[in-house]
């Protein structure tokens, strides 16, 4: 049986961060934690963030691997971090939601375009943020799998 690309244990409700980075290593750990990537894709997540941002507004960062870290994927997986408080990702942008992203080629991007079309949405972003349950939050993300 096929995983699915996000599930309720790679969702992490109310976390506080003290940085980005802490809040990549979280998304990061889900992913691995639910076999989607190796363990070294986390640093790959946090290489890339130092290439270029993965805020994409609306309170929201998309961390994923350098295209060199695609080759430590397993399997297509989704992580959601979800940060109240929120955590500066630089430049006064506040991310409130952290998706973790792991997929190869054309998956990929396709993921990255469904979070983009969820999270476009500023009212839908902060009901996602208010979320008080896994099941609610997970909602919002039907056509993700």
Known sequence: ME???LSGEAVLLNARVSDKESAIRLA???LVENGFVEEAYIDKMLER???TSTYIGNHV?????????????KAPGI???QIPE??????????????????KGDEHLQILSNIALVCSDPEKVEKIV????????????????
């Open 61 to 73: 960062a998309i961390p994923h691997g350098t295209e060199e870290g695609k080759r430590l994927v």
């Open 86 to 103: 929120g955590v500066d990702f630089g430049d006064g942008r506040v991310a409130k939601l952290v998706v973790g992203i792991a997929g």
């Open 130 to 145: 208010q979320a008080q349950s896994k099941e609610a939050l997970l909602s919002f993300f039907d056509e993700v799998n």
């Open 49 to 51: 963030e130092t290439v």
């Open 79 to 81: 992580s959601i971090v």
């Open 3 to 5: 995983k699915p690309v």
């Open 28 to 30: 990061g750990r889900l």
